[in-house]
């Protein structure tokens, strides 16, 4: 780990906090007076770059390995058989309750194959029947796009966290991320947590670019990076507003809290900006909104009308305006009616397991606990010292720093409000700030030499030595669970009771068949019987098990996927617990539990042969935000 000497002056009695801005020219400046030459300049940036391209490697080489050794999760078919639908068809109408750039970045190296994924019954229960050619292959295509854009998040973070603190506060938040089992997993999938992810990040980012220089050039970048946002997922409309609000109020050197001096202009700009990006993400489909007679009518390009007679019903304000006669023009109708099914989705709720309970609508304390149990031990202490430190005064941050914490805090607020968040993946746009105010520490650490940091004692190399300790314990914790990052537990949690903690996506989000197909491989005259949970039919990876009805008891090997040991999504939540109190032979992937069952009269029944297929069924929404 670099030390490296920064410029960055302390703040003066009575004066503001100095910002990210003058910090970065402070230094530049330091080292020109140092340096004297641009050619040594030059050289020491690369060698200052050598350490973050090292950990961007790690990290790919990390995803990679994910990526290779997972099977398909339960979301993924469906959104990628969702950006085919899109690309080749034009048509939005899949997923409509999610936008469409997690679906259409993934799929653009299969856009124009012959990939193919065909479910059962899609109108009830979206369960694959089959992947042509095979889904080996079509999740190494596709999933690299996201550890793609996970590499572009590492990249900004490193270069945010270099402007706001110095080289080595940069690099213990590079390792950190390298070694996040979270940001591995989402970035190695194809879903929208992990882009959701980064647009948050860039906004951030560019937020304060854009404070540091208001341009015009800089309103439109700032409207593209917005438009981004919104196409990412529908938990981003109040990062939006909450940017909206910012750039209103931000001058370079203070917040302006009178109407009269607001950036009206810059705010205006970049609001159109994003909603042409929006309208171009939907490829600039035009909607009809028809209203009347009590119904609502909503006509989409190369979809079937859609009709909506219960609103008045449910909603008694809405009855005398809906008997009015309005017809609309809406450019990405579509994302309109995104919004309007996450809304009943909201009020519907969705289930949510911890510690043995089955909630639905989660506490805060279900959030508290799961960020507490699946982000890494490290990462928690560096953050908490950091705060700390911060509030005793022993740091100072940049005002630009606190800007940027708005936005963590804000997504915080409306995720605790949300009642269909139910993994810890809904946090996840979190995780980076909290890595960036984790590597504040190192400021601290290495004492008062590096000018802007106060401290209360000279030479802290103990603290350094600490700080670099603590890197390699936490590659070597996140390790522990490699290449299973999503089942990742800190180390308080044994494998083998995780599945009394946290389920579904926190857990078991039906990522192990490739792990039992190995075992069935090393086990071939072993009679296995299967309770899996996920959306493929395990028979399109040559998985040959017979299916485990809920409540059916055998004898043999029995395979139950954790999250059906949790009893979540079952139709009775001890549908599968009979199975626990033999003993656990093995637990494939960190998510499939096998149990040796000794033969009984009591627990062994012929399984039925009839209806198998058809009582083959996932009790869980298709698709969840």
């Not at 299967?530 to 043999?556: C, M, N």
Request: net charge positive; with cysteine; charged share 15%.
């Amino acid at each position: 780990m670099a030390i490296e000497e920064d410029y960055r002056p302390v703040a003066a009695p009575g004066r503001a906090v100095t910002t990210s801005v003058e910090w970065a020219e402070a230094r530049e400046i330091g080292e020109d007076s140092r340096h004297g030459t641009s050619d040594l300049q030059v050289r020491r940036s690369w060698k200052q770059l050598f350490l973050p391209a090292l950990m961007l490697l790690l990290y790919s080489l990390q995803c990679i390995w994910f990526v290779r050794t997972q099977s398909l999760t339960f979301d993924e078919p469906l959104h990628i058989a969702a950006g085919l639908e899109e690309w080749r068809d034009g048509r939005f109408e899949l997923v409509s309750d999610h936008p469409p750039l997690g679906h259409l970045l993934p799929t653009v190296p299969i856009a124009h194959g012959d990939w193919t994924i065909t479910f059962y019954d899609p109108t009830k229960v979206f369960r694959v029947q089959s992947i042509n050619p095979d889904p080996v292959t079509l999740a190494n295509r596709t999933r690299p796009v996201n550890v793609m854009l996970g590499v572009l998040l590492g990249v900004l973070l490193w270069v945010t966290t270099r402007s706001f603190f110095s080289v080595g506060a940069a690099n213990v938040a590079i390792s950190l991320f390298a070694f996040s089992p979270s940001l591995i997993a989402h970035f190695s999938l194809v879903t929208t947590d992990g882009i959701c992810t980064l647009m948050v990040f860039a906004t951030a980012v560019q937020v304060l670019r854009w404070r540091s220089n208001p341009s015009r050039a800089q309103a439109i970048l700032l409207g593209v990076v917005l438009g981004l946002l919104l196409l990412a997922k529908l938990s981003t409309p109040p990062i939006f507003c909450l940017t909206f609000v910012l750039v209103l109020v931000l001058k370079p050197d203070r917040w302006d809290w009178s109407p009269r001096r607001w950036n009206w202009r810059a705010a205006v700009l970049a609001t159109c900006v994003a909603m042409l990006v929006v309208w171009a993400g939907y490829f600039f489909h035009v909607s009809r909104l028809t209203i009347g007679d009590g119904k609502v009518n909503l006509s989409f390009p190369k979809r079937e009308t859609v009709v909506r007679d219960s609103i008045g019903r449910r909603f008694k304000f809405m009855s005398a305006p809906l008997q009015k006669h309005v017809e609309l023009v809406i450019p990405a109708g579509e994302y309109v009616e995104a919004v309007a099914e996450i809304f009943q989705r909201n009020e519907n709720g969705h289930k949510a397991f911890l510690d043995g309970r089955i909630s639905k609508s989660p506490s805060v304390t279900f959030y508290i606990v799961e960020a507490l149990l699946k982000w890494p031990p490290v990462v928690w202490l560096l953050f908490l010292c950091s705060v700390v430190l911060l509030l005793l005064k022993k740091l100072d941050l940049p005002a630009d720093l606190y800007v940027m914490l708005l936005y963590p805090v804000c997504f915080l607020v409306f995720a605790i409000w949300a009642r269909i968040t139910m993994g810890e993946r809904h946090l996840l746009p979190i995780y980076p700030f909290v890595l960036l105010l984790a590597s504040a520490f190192w400021e601290f650490a290495i004492g008062p030499s590096a000018g802007g940091v106060r401290s209360s004692k000279q030479g802290k190399r103990a603290l350094v030595f600490i700080v670099l300790a603590a890197l390699v314990v936490n590659a070597a914790d996140a390790l522990r669970y490699a290449p299973d990052y999503l089942s990742y537990f800190n180390v308080l949690i044994p494998n083998r009771t995780s599945y009394k903690y946290l389920s579904d996506s926190n857990l078991d989000w039906g990522q192990g068949l490739l792990a039992l197909r190995q075992y069935e491989a090393e086990h071939p005259n072993e009679q296995i019987f299967l309770a899996y949970f996920g959306s493929v039919d395990p028979a399109v990876y040559g998985i040959r098990a017979a299916y485990l009805p809920e409540g059916q008891r055998v004898s043999g090997t029995v395979v139950v996927s954790a999250t059906h040991l949790s009893g979540l999504y079952l139709s009775g939540s001890s549908g599968y617990q009979w199975v626990a109190k033999y003993p656990i032979k093995a637990v494939l992937n960190h998510s499939l539990f096998v149990f040796a069952v000794p033969s009984a009269g009591e627990n062994s029944a012929p399984v039925p042969k009839t209806s198998e297929r058809k009582s083959r069924r996932i009790l869980h929404d298709p698709i969840t935000q």
